[in-house]
C-alpha cells in the first residue's frame, strides 16, 4: 500500500532558526503514528511543518503522492491535512456551532468524502458539544474545547488528522472519552499522526512510532514492539543522542 502522508529529508524551524533536521517518516492509509519525545525535541515542529505552517529549508512532503511542500497551510487543509494544535485555538467570539460551520466552509472536496464528518456526526461524536452548540468558545470547559478543536478538523474532511498534544491537562476522565474517539476514528479508516509525552499511552493507540531528539529521529519502531520491550521504551524518554 502506498503511503498516504510522507516526509522525506525534512529540515525545517521557524525562520532561519532550524529545529528539525533530515526526518524521515510516512503514514498508510488507516494507520496511526505515535511522535514521541521530551518537552522541546521538535514534536509541535514537526506537526505544524506537515500543516505548513513552518520554514521548510529542504525536504520532501508528499500527501496522496502530491508534493504539498511548496503550498500554503490553508490548501494543505483542503487537500486532507488536518490539523489539532496543542493550543486549541478555538474561536472565543463565535459559538460551537460556528466554530465548526467556518470549517465546513473551508471545504471544497466532493464526493463521498465530503460526506464523511457532518456536524451531526460530529455532535454524535462529542455529545457536550450538541449540548453547547450555541455557548461561546470562552464558555467552555478545557476538554470541551478540545473536543470542539477535533470537530472543528473534522469538518474539513480530513485524509489525516494530526493531534499535537490531545491531553494536556484534562483530566483523566476527558482523556478515557478521548481515547475511545480516537478509537472510533481509527475505526472509521481515519490515519492519525498523534504526539504525546506519555509514550505508553500513545502506543497503545497507534501502529508505529518515532522519537525524537533535538529534532531528529533517533528511534523508529512498531508500537507493539515498544511496549513489549519496556527498556525499549525507556530509551525512547531519555536517550540524549
Do not use: C
Not at 34 to 56: E, S
Not at 93 to 108: D, F, K, M, P, Y
Request: hydrophobic share 45%; aromatic share 4%.
Amino acid at each position: 500500500m502506498a503511503d498516504l502522508l510522507e516526509i522525506a529529508g525534512v529540515t525545517a524551524g521557524y525562520g532561519a532558526t532550524v529545529i528539525l533536521e533530515d526526518v524521515t517518516a510516512a503514514v498508510k492509509q488507516g494507520e496511526a503514528l505515535a511522535v514521541l519525545g521530551r518537552n522541546g525535541v521538535g514534536k509541535t515542529t514537526l506537526m505544524r511543518t506537515m500543516a505548513g505552517h513552518t520554514t521548510l529549508h529542504r525536504g520532501r512532503i508528499a500527501l496522496d503522492g502530491r508534493d504539498v511542500a511548496a503550498l500554503p497551510s490553508w490548501k494543505r487543509a483542503r487537500l486532507g491535512i488536518g490539523l489539532v494544535p496543542q493550543e486549541r485555538e478555538v474561536f472565543p467570539s463565535l459559538t460551537v456551532l460556528e466554530n465548526i460551520t467556518v470549517a465546513t466552509g473551508l471545504h471544497r472536496r466532493s464526493g463521498e468524502a465530503a460526506k464523511a464528518w457532518s456536524i451531526e456526526r460530529i455532535f454524535e461524536l462529542f455529545p457536550p458539544l450538541a449540548d453547547r452548540r450555541t455557548n461561546l468558545g470562552t464558555q467552555l470547559s478545557g476538554g470541551e474545547q478540545q473536543m470542539l478543536s477535533i470537530g472543528r478538523a473534522l469538518a474539513l474532511q480530513p485524509k489525516i488528522l494530526l493531534l499535537d498534544e490531545p491531553f494536556e491537562g484534562l483530566a483523566p476522565t476527558i482523556v478515557e472519552t478521548l481515547v475511545a474517539v480516537f478509537q472510533e476514528l481509527r475505526r472509521a479508516g481515519l490515519s492519525i499522526v498523534l504526539t504525546e509525552q506519555h509514550a505508553r499511552l500513545a502506543l497503545e493507540m497507534t501502529d508505529n512510532a518515532v522519537a525524537l531528539v533535538r529534532g531528529r529521529i533517533v528511534v523508529r519502531d512498531s508500537s507493539a514492539a515498544l511496549l513489549r520491550d519496556p527498556q525499549a521504551l525507556e530509551d525512547v524518554l531519555t536517550v540524549r543522542g
